[in-house]
T-cell receptor, first 109, second 115 residues
């Protein structure tokens, strides 16, 4: 079956760095997406990886290892506004997104 | 990225009634998606709507309960029929960005509470 695993909740301190891990099992693979979702709002696109390696975009970076079925989202210089849920989604061979349950990130001052 | 609007943004409905949710995009898109997100949970795909063809429903979702229209390349509707409290959820439409990334962009969502 198809499956996405990510931690339910993480806590970090303002100004610090946090890494949110995601492992996936899909029928075929056409890329790994990260979305941010603030409470009561729709998900917003953060990043897309289809090749192995690290993609850096400002304070956010995303890493992919296709051989390990593994990705992480790295958030640097954490700000209070980064408190949100972070959704990992893998695209399967039918170009359908398989969604993880999301990781709720709590930032403390 | 596409700008997506949804109507209504929220509603409170009585059991047994139906609600139609509208999704409008500011550009022409091939694929539109309807999701449900129950409190504290991730996204569940209801169906994929392509213009000019019948919507494709995911396991557990049927056309009689969630009829979808896609009359043109910028608009779609999802109807939640014969509602029960279990249908209380956020309903989100999303569109495919096209291009190689196949990124999906989401509308603001419709918050539905069924009493």
């Amino acid at each position: 079956g198809q499956n996405i695993d990510q931690p339910t909740e993480m806590t970090a301190t303002e100004g610090a760095i946090v890494q949110i891990n995601c492992t996936y099992q899909t029928s075929g693979f056409n890329g790994l997406f990260w979305y941010q979702q603030h409470a009561g709002e729709a998900p917003t696109f953060l990043s897309y990886n289809v090749l192995d390696g690290l993609e850096e975009k400002g304070r956010f970076s995303s890493f992919l290892s296709r051989s390990k079925g593994y990705s992480y989202l790295l958030l640097k210089e954490l700000q209070m506004k980064d408190s949100a849920s972070y959704l990992c989604a893998a695209m399967d061979s039918n170009y359908q997104l398989i969604w993880g349950a999301g990781t709720k990130l709590i930032i403390k001052p | 990225s596409a700008v997506i609007s949804q109507k209504p943004s929220r509603d409170i409905c009585q059991r047994g009634t139906s609600l139609t949710i509208q999704c409008q995009v500011d550009s022409q898109v091939t694929m539109m998606f309807w999701y449900r997100q129950q409190p504290g949970q991730s996204l569940t795909l209801i169906a994929t709507a392509n213009q000019g063809s019948e919507a494709t429903y995911e396991s557990g979702f049927v056309i009689d309960k969630f009829p979808i229209s896609r009359p043109n390349l910028t608009f779609s509707t999802l109807t939640v029929s014969n509602m029960s409290p279990e249908d209380s959820s956020i309903y989100l439409c999303s569109v495919d960005s096209g291009g190689w990334q196949e990124t999906q962009y989401f509308g603001p969502g419709t918050r539905l509470l069924v009493l």
